[in-house]
């Protein structure tokens, strides 16, 4: 059975796979949202120089977050001097 760790990080390829059609899809959705007032302040220059990036943070984040057992090894490392 693969670890939470491992599934977030197919979680992240999946997601990261369908990238394009989440951006258009979150656009489209912003777009006619009447309770979004953001979606009104950000035209589309603005939204494909912000969003696409905090996907992609996201996306990376899923894919650090460690398992129990990594967890584990990292808190019993070593300080260095």
């Known amino acids: 059975m693969p670890s939470i760790s491992e599934e977030l990080r197919l979680?992240?390829?999946h997601l990261?796979?369908?990238r394009e059609e989440i951006l258009r899809a979150?656009?489209?959705v912003v777009g006619v949202d009447p309770e979004l007032s953001v979606a009104v302040s950000l035209n589309t220059?603005?939204?494909l120089d912000h969003v696409p990036a905090l996907l992609?943070?996201?996306l990376a984040e899923l894919r650090k977050i460690p398992s129990r057992e990594e967890s584990k090894e990292f808190r019993e490392v070593?300080?260095?001097p």
């Open 78 to 80: 070593p300080a260095l």
């Open 26 to 28: 979150w656009q489209r």
């Open 45 to 47: 220059t603005e939204f």
């Open 56 to 58: 992609d943070t996201f």
């Open 16 to 18: 990261s796979s369908r």
């Open 11 to 13: 979680l992240a390829d």
